[in-house]
């Protein structure tokens, strides 16, 4: 049995984590952390656990992850995963961070969308990026994971096909994406409060949100030159899900089985990808599963291809990708205990 640790373990990341890993034939939760409610039982706070995961909450103790714990993952506010990092590597266990900070390979990028000078520049040298369909082979023998974030993930795999094949154009990438509230944390800000999201949708962040650099990082690596893209969020009376609408111009006269084919070719024999053929995807028909849904559309007037994908932000966008990541790290079927598709009227 693999030994995890969870830390931020009352998170809607964390609690996501701690779910699927219940559920998990090989890895057992062997440590969970919070600073809030340490010392209740996990189920206590979250009563749909009962019987299920019963662990007692800790404060977080490096001597006690080093003896409990072969892997955990860090479901922490960007900023304080990097606090306790160092001191999980220097313990031996195998870290996949589900925040923001360990997945930049330039810790100047990290600081100029962060605002925040990175402090471990060296273990960052370490890490991997966990998108795990890109980058499968270094996760095999990575120490430490940066786990992506929802919207990249969404956005990342819905134009690294197109890159990759030369077939649009690098100049002029536009993302529109949309997030349910739990993407924002189980935070009591106002802004995320009942009567401030429900029947209502606002753009945020426009031209300035953090996950730009992250998908430029990616695109740009795949498609060999630097990648600026427009990137729009959007906030939508939803508890889970994303959906992000892509915009590309074509670099030549391609049609709609044209695109088909080089998505199928470059997703080929990837479980957790379905690529629609005459059908666009939904936030319900990947909502509480691993799987990223892609359809797409050539508008031959523009000479434009729209690709619409679709994930859960909690899944595939935090929690089950990172499970996904702990399964190339130990060589277990990379579906091991993700591969249900989820399931919401
Ligand atoms: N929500 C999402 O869809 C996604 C989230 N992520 C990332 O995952 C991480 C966790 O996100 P999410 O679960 O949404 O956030 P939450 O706010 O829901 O959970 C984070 C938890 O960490 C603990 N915590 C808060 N502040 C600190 C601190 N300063 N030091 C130590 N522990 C703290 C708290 O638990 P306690 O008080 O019990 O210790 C808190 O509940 C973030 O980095 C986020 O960006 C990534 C992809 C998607
Ligand atoms: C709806 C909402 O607020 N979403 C979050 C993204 C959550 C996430 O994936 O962010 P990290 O990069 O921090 O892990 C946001 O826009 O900041």
Redesign the pocket.
């Known amino acids: 049995m693999i030994r995890a640790g969870v830390?931020?373990?009352?998170?809607?990341?964390?609690i996501e984590t701690v779910r699927i890993l219940s559920n998990h034939p090989t890895a057992e939760i062997t440590f969970a952390?919070?600073?809030?409610?340490a010392g209740k039982k996990i189920s206590d706070v979250y009563p749909n656990l009962k019987g299920v995961c019963d662990i007692v909450?800790s404060e977080v103790d490096i001597a006690q992850i080093k003896e409990k714990c072969d892997v955990v993952f860090t479901?922490?506010?960007?900023?304080?995963?990097k606090?306790v990092i160092p001191s999980l590597y220097d313990a031996g266990v195998k870290i996949i961070d589900?925040?923001?900070d360990f997945r930049y390979n330039d810790e100047k990028v990290y600081e100029k969308w962060y605002g925040a000078p990175h402090d471990c520049p060296k273990l960052l040298k370490k890490s991997v990026y966990g998108l795990c369909e890109l980058h499968r082979s270094e996760i095999k023998n990575a120490d430490i994971i940066g786990?992506p974030?929802?919207y990249t993930t969404c956005s990342i795999m819905a134009l690294a096909p197109l890159l990759n094949a030369k077939a649009v154009d690098t100049k002029n990438i536009i993302i529109d994406a949309k997030?349910g509230v739990?993407?924002?944390?189980?935070?009591t800000n106002l802004d995320y409060s009942f009567c401030e999201c429900t029947e209502n949708m606002r753009a945020y962040k426009i031209a300035t949100h953090r996950h730009t650099s992250e998908i430029e990082q990616e695109l740009s690596l795949i498609a060999g030159e630097e990648i600026l893209v427009s990137f729009t969020p959007h906030l939508v009376p939803l508890k889970r899900g994303i959906l992000a609408t892509s915009y590309a111009n074509l670099n030549g006269d391609y049609t709609d089985d044209d695109i088909y084919k080089i998505f199928a070719d470059f997703y080929k024999g990837e479980y957790f990808v379905r690529v629609l053929k005459d059908a666009l995807p939904e936030t319900n028909h990947v909502a509480g599963s691993n799987f990223i849904d892609i359809g797409f559309k050539v508008d031959k007037r523009l000479k434009r291809v729209v690709v619409s994908s679709a994930i859960d932000?909690?899944f595939k966008?935090?929690a089950g990708q990172a499970v996904q990541n702990m399964n190339i790290m130990f060589g277990l079927d990379e579906k091991c205990g993700i591969a249900n598709g989820g399931f919401y009227l």
């Open positions: 830390l931020g373990a009352t998170g809607y990341a964390g952390a919070s600073k809030t409610y909450l479901a922490l506010p960007h900023g304080a995963s606090e589900l925040s923001g786990n974030g929802c997030s739990t993407g924002a944390g189980r935070t932000n909690l966008g935090a």
